[in-house]
């Protein structure tokens, strides 16, 4: 059985809410909590609507407090006034302090929030000798720690791995990639800074993310921000990619190798995923693929050795057997 992980988690709870489920997804998130590292916000946020989905409304304004005044959480206001799954919430009398410290701690955290960078140097790192770079983005309601678990195994031999955090929160913990204009304008600066600041090869640059992170990397493409060697796509979420026409001939022209993975019961990313590779196909771009059966908006359990193929499949440094 494969390790219960912070995705997972999320995943298997919204099934019991996609099914109606709502008392059993409350049980399973609830008793689960604790045996995964992620936002705790975000489960918070999916225990207090389970349990008002439930019927439970008194519970769930309890787990909402505890969440706000207990933990130091905040969630957005535009969401806790809008969604229809909260409605019973607001006519409770402690809802009405509960929206005025979370607004007060949204504007807070959006006036004082920006992008984020962390480094992650190999053992033994020498600046007199040239690395090559690999950043990761995360994708949405996600933040450096939830992506760093995933993609560690980059941190190797002549390799650095930065992960840059986007300035676009939405709630406690969770950041997003909502104005792609915005995000590619960050990962530029992150690679001129690391580029001023460390011994980097410009040929051996490597862009990779989940899900919405993927669009902001082929925006800055589109831009002409940073031209890599190649792009490592795990459960791409690429909505628009049909009219993305400009980003596949940047691809085709300066020879940037695409290696993607996707789950084939990924409701969001399979179908975006799949056009992107038949435009791949079209354009005669050198890439690999694979849809792995029975995965979700998630990575798969072997994902440590599919990072060692795609790093093999540029040619970046050979890591050993694939």
Known sequence: MSKLTYLKLINNTLDYYLKNEYEKGYKYITNAQDKVEGNKAQIYNFRYTLACKAGNIDLAVDILKDAVFNKGFWYSKDYLLGDDDLEPLREKKDFGQIIKECTKREKRAKESTKPELKIYLPEGYKSDQLNSLVLTLHGNQENIDIVYQYWEDLIYDQNILALPQSSQIEFSDAYSWNNLKRGAVE????????????????????????????????????????????????????????????????????????????????????????????????????????????????????????????????????????
Not at 237 to 260: A, G, M, S
Not at 263 to 272: A, I, R, S, T, V
Not at 290 to 297: A, M
């Open 187 to 322: 990962l530029k600066k992150h690679y001129n800074n690391l580029l001023n600041n460390y011994n980097i090869s410009k040929e051996s640059l490597v862009l990779s993310g989940f899900s919405a992170g993927t669009q902001v990397i082929l925006e800055a493409i589109e831009n002409k921000y940073l031209t890599p060697t190649g792009l490592i796509f795990m459960a791409p979420w690429l909505p628009d990619i049909e009219n993305k026409k400009k980003v596949f001939k940047l691809l085709k022209d300066n020879d940037i190798k695409v290696y993607l993975l996707v789950g084939d019961q990924d409701k969001d990313c399979l179908e975006g995923s799949k056009i992107f590779i038949k435009l791949l196909d079209s354009y005669q771009i050198k890439y690999k693929s694979k849809i792995i059966d029975n995965l979700k908006h998630d990575y798969p359990d072997n994902f440590d050795k599919e990072l060692i193929k795609a790093i093999n499949f540029f040619n970046l440094n050979n890591k050993g057997d694939e």
